[in-house]
């Protein structure tokens, strides 16, 4: 299951410069990051033998695996889409995957996690495909190619701390009565669920459309966070309770305070 949020900024901006990790460079992520595309491309681990650490682990759909039997070691993708959020606080990586070709059709959300030398310590996925939730790769890619992801420039970043509450307002929807009030809510804003999209391009487009409620349900557990100031997203990994404990992946940009994707 996977879902983004595009917003338009609305509101003023809290700039923030991040404690950065001295042994962590973007250059570092992206090419691990690139090593991991590789693989996936290829339906091999071999790309990543030179980036992984001795006793690296591999998570799929919240489930510890060993490396050998994941998507990325049996299944070789055509990657029609390819984008690589780093945060160089934590050390680690998200990438979004998205594969419409018919016969492996695949939409894939992975955090990689490093080592202070650098080494990949856990790749970290939710891998969705024919008989997911909502799933259609075809439409997925049509709206992912139109969403705009420029980069922020620093003097107008939001915080780590307000792009995480951002998008933990919208995970408590389903648990907590009080989470809609602390949503940055701003419009137009689209909402990406599967291959199912919220926008239609009007100024008013509003991702509170839909939302749940009946705040009663079972809560949004073990989120896992990988924050990219200069893209101002989140992408929040978890468990989704009240789906029969469905693997989640959700995306969320702020931009000036105000959600964006």
Known sequence: ??????????????LAT??????????????????????????????LSGFVAANWTFEENNKVIP??????????LKIDSRRTNTDLVQCATYTELIAADPSAPYVIGTQIRH????????????????????????KTLQYAKAEKWDTI??????????IQAAGDAYMDLWSSSTAEAKIPWGKPCNRLEGGAYTGSGKADDSCAVGIPSNHNQLPN?????????????VSILC??????????QHEFRLEGGKLRV
Request: overall charge neutral; glycine content about 4%; hydrophobic content about 45%.
């Open 153 to 162: 420039p620093e003097n107008k970043w939001d915080s780590r701390e307000a």
């Open 18 to 47: 991040p404690f950065r990790r001295a042994d962590c460079t973007r250059e570092s992520l992206l090419a691990a990051a690139d090593a991991y595309v590789a693989a996936q491309t290829a339906g091999s681990l071999d790309p």
């Open 221 to 233: 557990t073990r989120r896992r966070y990988v924050i990219d100031q200069s893209m101002g997203s």
């Open 67 to 76: 490396a050998s039997k994941s998507v990325v070691a049996t299944k070789k």
């Open 1 to 14: 299951m996977a879902l983004r949020l595009l917003v338009l900024a609305l509101a003023g901006t809290s």
């Open 239 to 248: 468990v989704w309770e009240h789906m029969m404990n469905a693997a989640d």
């Open 115 to 138: 080592d202070s030398s650098g080494k990949i310590t856990l790749i970290d996925s939710v891998a969705s495909t024919t008989g997911s939730w909502l799933f259609n790769a075809a």
